[in-house]
């Protein structure tokens, strides 16, 4: 099945404000504009495209969800749909599987519907918000950090770096722990466990000694909780020896892992920090400590935006600001290298994984799962585009795993651990690919001469008709130039021996 590069049709859509309750909705008789679009963003395009109906209603439409689009004119949804249609369509070799039996796994032997989970974060901090995330089809959530501190939130507390569609590409939080009491979390997990007792409820807790830690996991087993989940790792709870602190001494994360582990019988998942230079160390001891599993990446400590007149970084309270934590998308790459090492650690197998760190979309999940990831965790793609993407999430790597021919998606953990070296020493060195320029989706703007020039081996000159050319002797197939070529018109060409 031919695959098309989701960066195009994400470009065409970049106005759109992927809304609630969307006008183009309610102008369009026949389909539903906003469900379309989202899965385009989402690199769902293939499910998108078999929802269509066998006519396409946009020949003979005068596109009314293009005018009464919040931007009007500005969302060319009448050529995506077209795309889907004449493009998209015709490369469906699997249809939409009938059932999300493939999806279903476990966390440490206990079942999930699916493997994606809410992670501990304001987005599953309340009754309601685990109910609408868990009727939206997520398969389970871990609640907030549950601690015994009197929390008082800093406002504002969120700032972020953004792409240039406008979408949050990096995201720094200075939030803390749970505001409810102990009592008031508990009520919650005995309501959710009640009303919704095949989902997963994975409790997050942080304590300041040894009996805090035994006791709120003692309480969380006994009010519904499947499991718990060790806060070793909020950069946000530093201060008297907690949060990331302990995750950088494996001393007390065993310690703390034995306390906790004493005084409940379900299973125990270790949140790591990725402030440390090699994760394997702190997870070895949370195992010895009798830990079921390693959850990772918590957020990464940042600092952001640091503002040119006031002098402030991001987000300034009253004049002030501090060290945070950094999630999104632009962590994704460090969270599957930490992920990758506890996976080939042969000292943690068969410890559960639960990955996270920057998803976003299936393929985004599926690219953990293959370095080891049993479970998905997300938090700030849920803040940004809400509880809904978890439909993409599904029917996306649902249709993977169908055109794959996996039975379970359990089949596709940890496939691409034995192509992954710890370091660049074994790679092969003795040939070059060189790049192919697709002359028909070139515009002729000489990026791709620019960047070879002054960040290259300068193998790229343009000629008369502003068509790349390359220089074959001096071509060492570093690629650059297909990263930065705005049309995507470079792809990989011939192979060349050089030694």
């Known amino acids: 099945m031919i695959r098309s590069d989701p960066s195009i049709p994400r470009a065409d859509m970049i106005r ?21 679009l989202r899965s385009i963003w989402f690199q769902n395009e293939q499910t998108a495209a078999q929802t269509l109906p066998e006519t396409n209603p946009c020949l003979t439409c005068a596109a009314p969800c293009e005018r ?92 972020a770096i953004s792409g240039n569609d406008g979408s949050i590409v990096g995201f720094k939080n200075i939030e803390q722990l749970s505001d409810h009491s102990v009592a008031e979390n508990m009520e919650i997990f005995r309501r959710l466990k009640g009303n919704y007792p095949t989902k997963f409820i994975l409790a997050s807790i942080m304590g300041q000694n040894e009996k805090e830690w035994a006791e709120l996991a003692r309480l969380c087993e006994e009010n519904g909780a499947d499991a718990i989940e060790l806060n070793f790792s909020c950069p946000n709870m530093a201060e008297g020896g907690m ?82 934590g950094y999630s999104g ?97 074994t790679l092969e060195r003795d040939t070059v690919i060189f790049p192919r320029f697709e002359r028909e989706r070139c515009i002729g703007c ?3 001469m620019i960047s070879c020039m002054d960040g290259g081996h300068q193998a790229i000159t343009m000629n008369e008709e502003r068509k790349p050319v390359l220089n074959g002797k001096r071509c060492v197939g570093c690629h650059l130039c297909m990263l930065v070529c705005p049309q995507k018109a470079i792809s990989t060409g011939d192979k060349r021996i050089v030694r």
């Open 68 to 159: 009464t689009c919040l931007r009007p004119g500005e969302v060319p949804v009448r050529d995506l749909v077209n795309r889907l249609y004449y493009q998209v369509k015709p490369t469906c070799e699997t249809p939409i599987p009938e059932d999300e039996e493939r999806l279903k796994c476990d966390l440490c032997g206990i079942p999930l519907e699916n493997p994606f989970l809410l992670s501990s974060s304001v987005v599953a901090s309340t009754y309601d918000m685990c109910a609408r995330a868990f009727e939206a089809g997520w398969a389970g959530a871990c609640f907030k950090t549950v601690c015994t501190l009197d929390i008082h939130e800093a406002s504002p507390r969120f700032s």
């Open 16 to 36: 759109c404000a992927l809304c609630a309750d969307a006008p183009c909705d309610k102008a369009c008789p026949v389909l539903k504009p906003s469900e379309l």
């Open 243 to 324: 949060g990331s602190d302990i995750g950088q001494d494996p001393e007390q994360v065993e310690r703390f892992t034995r306390a906790a582990r004493a005084a409940c019988h379900i299973p125990i998942l270790a949140k790591m920090t990725p402030n440390v230079g090699v994760m394997s160390p702190a997870a070895e001891a949370a195992m010895r400590g009798g830990a079921d599993g390693i959850a990772a990446i918590n957020t990464i400590k940042s600092v952001v935006g640091v503002n040119p007149h006031t002098y402030v970084s991001s987000p300034s309270v009253h004049g002030h600001s501090a060290v945070g």
């Open 446 to 448: 000489g990026r791709c």
């Open 329 to 425: 998308n632009a962590v994704k790459p460090i969270a599957l290298r930490f992920i990758a090492e506890l996976a080939q650690n042969p000292k943690l197998k068969g410890m559960h994984l639960s990955a996270m760190g920057g998803i976003e979309t299936w393929q985004d999940a599926l690219e953990f799962i293959l370095l080891g990831g049993d479970s998905i965790q997300i938090t700030t793609a849920v803040m940004q585009y809400g509880y809904r993407i978890i439909d993409d999430l599904k029917s996306g790597l649902n249709m993977y795993l169908a055109e794959k021919g996996f039975a379970s998606v359990k089949e596709a953990i940890g496939l691409g651990l034995d192509s992954l070296s710890s370091t660049t020493d």
